[in-house]
């Protein structure tokens, strides 16, 4: 089935920007997707992509994707305390379904 | 806005109790889940549902079962509860397919402790 990876943590200095990195495997996956999830918390949708491109920007959020390595990253600008979460990346498989990476803690560090 | 919301936040039971997670949205979707959520694990999806009385087992079902009796409620029952179903468990839903991204919106979770 459908794999897909991220590293367990992220520190960075407020201000900074974040790369979180994920990698998956199936190529036919129509939607990628970034989640956060703020402490006790349930998941919150920050953004997605559709397959057939590769770049998406939302304010301080950049979304590229490279289809060819299979590579997935969100990009947050200027990273605030209030970005501290666990980020998931998500992709859509041949079902109604997604699968999850294990999701990202990033830590903002004043 | 969507609204998915679960009948606990926190629960502990006791070894060889069953078990009962609620789920419920607002939105008249068709396709509902319920993942587990373990460090260093993600999430992992357990059922889903696309339609009433409908389920389809997910990666990993043993020890549970779910029922959907009306369109808007999606059950997770554990029959006999075990330690190693600690966990945190959440509810997602979504529209169909041909009407979306397949984006899934998620309750809040409930923090579920065995013991």
């Known amino acids: 089935g459908e794999d897909v990876e991220q590293s367990l943590f992220l520190s960075v200095r407020e201000g900074d920007s974040s790369v979180i990195n994920c990698t998956y495997t199936?190529?036919?996956?129509?939607?990628l997707y970034w989640y956060k999830q703020e402490p006790g918390a349930g998941l919150q949708l920050l953004t997605y992509?559709?397959?057939?491109?590769d770049m998406k920007q939302d304010q301080r959020l950049t979304v590229l994707l490279n289809k060819k390595d299979k590579h997935l990253s969100l990009r947050i600008a200027d990273t605030q305390t209030g970005d501290s979460a666990i980020y998931f990346c998500?992709?859509?498989?041949?079902?109604?379904?997604?699968?999850f990476g294990s999701g990202t803690q990033l830590t903002v560090l004043p | 806005d969507v609204k998915v919301t679960q009948s606990s936040r926190y629960l502990v039971k006791r070894t060889g109790e069953k078990v009962f997670l609620e789920c419920v949205q607002d939105?008249?979707?068709?396709?509902m889940f319920w993942y587990r959520q373990d460090p260093g694990l993600g999430l992992r999806l357990i059922y889903f549902?696309?339609?009433?009385?409908?389920?389809e087992k997910g990666d990993i079902p043993e020890g549970y079962s779910v029922s959907r009796e009306k369109k808007e409620r999606f059950s997770l029952i554990l029959e006999s509860a075990s330690t190693n179903q600690t966990s945190m468990y959440l509810c997602?839903?979504?529209?169909?397919?041909?009407?979306?991204?397949?984006?899934?919106?998620f309750g809040p979770g409930t923090r579920l402790t065995v013991t």
């Open positions: 997602a839903s979504s529209f169909p397919t041909w009407e979306s991204s397949y984006e899934q919106y």
């Open positions: 199936d190529s036919s996956s129509t939607y």
């Open positions: 992509i559709f397959s057939n491109m």
């Open positions: 998500a992709v859509s498989g041949s079902a109604r379904q997604l699968t």
């Open positions: 939105m008249d979707h068709e396709n």
């Open positions: 549902s696309y339609d009433v009385k409908m389920k």
